[in-house]
Nanobody, 122 residues
Framework: QVQIVESGGGLVQPGGSLRLSCAASGSGFSMYAMGWYRQAPGKQRELVAGISSGGSTRYADSVKGRFTISRDNAKGTAYLQMNSLKSEDTAVYYC????????????????WGQGTQVTVSS
């Protein structure tokens, strides 16, 4: 079973930047489309960025132009570069599989990690 560990969150002022990392243990990482999800207090978890095994990317409208997802298959790691952060980006961020196209629900999720908290506040 793949284990996921997210890191890189923190407290940042509006307009600032953060880079999140998602390390996935186990083999076969390169075969899977990956995504970054977030869950704000009182809201459902939502997919904000996805990347296919071939590197095609897609973003939620709310983050398009500000967030960039990437992956390093050799390291089994996915990244989320977040720029021009807004207060509404405050949430716990998770990574997991997405549909092979690079967007949408996968056939099966891996066990969720603990996530990493991102707080955007002055």
């Amino acid at each position: 079973q793949v284990q996921i560990v997210e890191s890189g969150g923190g407290l940042v002022q509006p307009g600032g930047s953060l880079r999140l990392s998602c390390a996935a243990s186990g083999s076969g990482f390169s075969m899977y489309a990956m995504g970054w999800y977030r869950q704000a207090p009182g809201k459902q978890r939502e997919l904000v960025a996805g990347i296919s095994s071939g590197g095609s990317t897609r973003y939620a409208d709310s983050v398009k132009g500000r967030f960039t997802i990437s992956r390093d298959n050799a390291k089994g790691t996915a990244y989320l570069q977040m720029n021009s952060l807004k207060s509404e980006d405050t949430a716990v961020y998770y990574c997991n599989r997405v549909h092979p196209s690079g967007w949408g629900s996968p056939m099966r999720y891996w066990d969720w990690g603990q996530g990493t908290q991102v707080t955007v506040s002055s």
